[in-house]
Nanobody, 127 residues
Framework: QVQLVESGGGLVQAGDSLRLSCAAS????????IGWFRQAPGKERDIVAV????????YYANSMKGRFTISRDNAKNTVSLQMNSLKPEDTAVYYC????????????????????WGQGTQVTVSS
């Protein structure tokens, strides 16, 4: 398994931007699709965005389209989530997760397809 560590969370105001990073350890990072999930208090964990092993395919949840951008650098074993125009409803703990995949362009849409998880980073957006 790949080990994942998130960073970049914090407290911001509505309309601000924030960039989350997910750093991976292990030589097999390129074999993993990486997803960002989030969990707000009292709610289930939801998918935010996914990037394929190749980095050329991405998936976004509807409410994130146009505001969030996921990217990866396989040479540096990192995945980033650029979040713009943040809203109070974006407040949550954000997790990155790795899903081992045999397909370069696949973006796993289901939580059960991910077997490596980071510890999460808190994002709080004030109104």
């Amino acid at each position: 398994q790949v080990q994942l560590v998130e960073s970049g969370g914090g407290l911001v105001q509505a309309g601000d931007s924030l960039r989350l990073s997910c750093a991976a350890s292990g030589r097999s990072f390129g074999n993993y699709a990486i997803g960002w999930f989030r969990q707000a208090p009292g709610k289930e964990r939801d998918i935010v965005a996914v990037i394929s092993r190749s980095g050329t395919s991405t998936y976004y949840a509807n409410s994130m389209k146009g505001r969030f951008t996921i990217s990866r650098d396989n040479a540096k074993n990192t995945v980033s989530l650029q979040m713009n125009s943040l809203k109070p409803e974006d407040t949550a703990v954000y997790y990155c997760a790795g899903g081992l995949s045999g397909r370069l362009y696949y973006t796993p849409p289901n939580e059960y397809e991910y077997d490596s998880w980071g510890q999460g980073t808190q994002v709080t957006v004030s109104s």
